[in-house]
């Protein structure tokens, strides 16, 4: 886990992003989280969310927990961290200046007490699991060697070096 970020790597289809991405808008929901998702250029998904006021409490302004769900090399790539929401970005970045030494710490704090960025990440893995059951599973080429998914067309494998045989 980085400073203020958690993320996982999903060896599964992009084609699985937006049936997971709405499973978790709608598990946050029922939580009573105010979430709101926005489609990526990239064909991924963007979702922030916020709780009821515990940060804005804090802060007098909207800041949340966001969360990207992309594509990555044919796979899942899933990033839960602090950021700035909705219409207050400006204001926040101002006010950080001058005060960032106190105000990510207790926001990130805030997070982490709650686990929601683990939350979110187990929710994103268990729509993964429910939808990928639904799916036609794509074989990806493996090295006979040590099982490294290799890309398709690789002589020899990135991680072990030994020759792939086609």
């Known amino acids: 886990m980085g400073v203020f970020k958690t993320s996982r790597l999903f060896y599964s289809s992009p084609a699985l992003i937006d049936p997971v991405a709405s499973d978790v808008v709608a598990a946050l929901k029922t939580e009573d989280y105010e979430v709101v998702s926005q489609t990526l250029l ?9 709780k009821g006021g515990t940060f804005t409490a804090i802060l007098g302004m909207k800041t949340a927990l966001k969360v990207k769900i992309v594509p990555q090399e044919g796979r899942i790539f899933a990033e839960a961290g ?8 400006i204001p926040t970045v101002i006010s950080m200046f ?8 207790q926001i990130w704090g805030l997070v982490q007490q709650s686990n929601l960025d683990d939350h979110v990440i187990e929710l994103i893995e268990q729509g993964i699991a429910r ?13 006979a060697s040590c099982g ?6 690789a002589k020899f494998c990135n991680s072990c070096g030994v020759q792939i045989q086609c």
Do not use: R
């Open 148 to 153: 490294t998914v290799v890309k398709a067309g």
């Open 98 to 105: 001058f005060l960032w030494p106190v105000l990510i710490p």
């Open 131 to 143: 939808h990928e059951s639904k799916i036609e599973k794509v074989t990806l080429p493996t090295c």
């Open 42 to 50: 990239t064909g991924g998904i963007d979702i922030s969310i916020t």
């Open 82 to 89: 602090v950021g700035l929401f909705g219409q207050q970005a």
